[in-house]
């Protein structure tokens, strides 16, 4: 019994051969184990990583994964469902991105067609852009009766961009289009009651601002011409809001300039027709404008035109002043311009302006600044001003025959300076121009 357990070597046992073989086979299995379950994961790595091409979700599969051959049934690992593996899934704006650059169907010069594409077509309640000339851009508002028909002097010279305002049809000048005519609801007229007038237009000052910027547009300065002594015409201050509010709209850079008339002596006996004029000349006094005094217009037309034409041709006179005006500062001159800047000074000076004109057809007289700065507030149809005024102007028009003559040039020299020293500032012009009857004189004084 002792030698035969004495030949029982451990190492070279067959039960510890046994034993050594078994544990050789687990560890065999363990690592076949091991692979299968990294061959797993790797499997399950790809398809979380892989894209899904079509929106829609692939079919599932239940086909087992398969295991290497010399992996025992015992130890086969069944491989995870397909549906428990996330989707890793990209934001949909990334992609469209993507897809538009790698497609080339991304532009990015898109933009410039955008901006070289043709204007929209204007709309078709808009008035033409005036054909008159001008060096800013402007338009005319007539308020009432006596402004409407003063209105129409501009709109018959070519200055499209005018519109008529009032309460009634009846106070409509003959042969004013349609389109230019705005009729207030509300009275048939106010009968000279400038408390219901403006109550009219106050009411109605929201479709007057709607009209401006439908018909008229964009423009800088707006001309409000209005009667004084009539119920609507001299109500027209209960607009200056709106009217302001339309020009910052439109991003105008000019103001509004009233042009005013003033009733006839004969009139003014009427308590009412005084109190209205009183009342607009107050609602203006602060803004620039323009005071055309009818007594002296009838006096320097009488014995010229009939009754019937005597107010027609003032307005007529009056908007080819005005025209003049606008016209020279748009123009060049060989010898001194008066430009657009310039004249926006004098239009957008507070207070009143006095405008006229007058012919030197003598030019050899040594007095010949006096004689054109008196010769123009002589026929002026505005009262004559009162006190320094604050800007002035004084634009010549010679023949060049004139422009030639060393005198004549001196003289003009001397009448600048006469009217010079009786304004703050003053901007001149001289223009060549011909035939004309002499030397024409135009000056404007304004802001007292």
């Known amino acids: 019994m002792a030698s035969t357990l ?10 510890y051969a046994d034993e050594k073989i078994s544990e050789e086979k687990m560890s065999n299995d363990s690592f076949y184990d091991q692979a299968a379950k990294e061959t797993l994961r790797a499997a399950a790595a790809k398809i979380q990583a892989k894209p899904k091409p079509e929106p829609e979700p692939a079919p599932q599969t239940h086909e087992p994964v398969p295991v290497a051959e010399n992996v025992e049934q015992s130890h086969s690992v069944t491989p995870p469902e397909q549906h428990a593996a996330p989707v890793a899934v990209q934001a949909p704006q990334a992609e469209s991105a993507d897809s538009d650059f790698s497609a080339g169907e991304f532009d990015d010069f898109d933009f410039v067609e955008a901006y070289d594409d043709e204007p929209v077509a204007q709309d078709a309640q808009m008035l033409p852009e005036n054909r008159a000339p001008s060096a800013v851009s402007c338009a005319f508002l007539g308020v009432g009766g006596g402004g409407g028909k003063l209105a129409k002097a501009f709109l018959d010279l070519g200055y499209t961009k005018t519109l008529l305002v009032n309460t009634t049809v009846k106070d409509q000048p003959e042969g004013v289009p349609a389109e230019h005519f705005l009729l207030l609801p509300g009275a048939d007229g106010v009968g000279k009651d400038i408390a219901l007038g403006k109550k009219v237009l106050s009411d109605n000052s929201a479709s007057v601002e709607d009209a401006l910027r439908t018909r008229i547009g964009k423009v800088d300065w707006l001309f409000v011409l209005a009667g004084g002594g009539g ?24 103001k509004v300039v009233y042009v005013i008339t003033k009733p006839s002596a004969q009139e003014l006996l009427n308590p009412t027709i005084s109190t209205n004029y009183e009342s607009l000349s107050a609602d203006v006094a602060l803004q620039p404008h323009i005071l055309l005094d009818n007594e002296k217009q009838l006096q320097l037309l009488r014995g010229k035109v009939g009754m019937l034409g005597m107010y027609p041709t003032a307005n007529k006179n009056f908007a080819k002043l005005v025209m003049q005006v606008l016209k020279l500062a748009d123009e060049n001159s060989p010898i001194q311009s008066f430009d657009s800047k310039d004249l926006e000074r004098v239009l957008g000076t507070s207070g009143r302006m006095v405008i006229g004109s ?13 004689m054109l700065y008196q010769g123009c507030l002589k026929s002026s149809p505005c009262p004559s001003p009162a006190g320094k005024a604050s800007t002035g ?16 040039s001196k003289k003009l020299e001397a009448a600048f300076s006469y009217v010079g020293g009786r304004t703050d500032t003053l901007f001149s012009g001289v223009y060549v121009k011909q035939p004309l009857p002499g030397l024409i004189a135009i000056s404007v004084i304004g802001g007292f």
């Open 6 to 15: 004495k030949n029982l070597n451990p190492r070279v046992s067959t039960f």
């Open 231 to 254: 119920g609507t015409g001299s109500a027209c201050g209960a607009l200056h809001l709106s009217l302001e509010r339309y020009l910052k709209s439109v991003g105008a850079g000019g």
């Open 358 to 370: 007058t012919v030197a057809r003598d030019v050899s007289k040594q007095d010949i600044g006096a």
């Open 393 to 408: 102007v004084m634009l010549l028009v010679v023949t060049p025959e004139m422009a030639s003559d060393p005198a004549v």
